[in-house]
């Protein structure tokens, strides 16, 4: 168990470098994505009237 426990802790200060995937390009994936989602519920209900 504290073999384990030493390798775990080994490979995680190792990967405490720069991260994978730059976070920038994550928020902008998810803001384009919400902005998708934004734009089909706007045409969605486009030609309703307003309750």
Known sequence: M???LSTVITL???AEGEPAV???V???VTLVLLMLLLLAVVSFGGGREHS
């Open 2 to 4: 504290g073999r384990m």
């Open 22 to 24: 730059h976070p920038y």
């Open 26 to 28: 994550i928020g902008g």
């Open 12 to 14: 995680a200060a190792e």
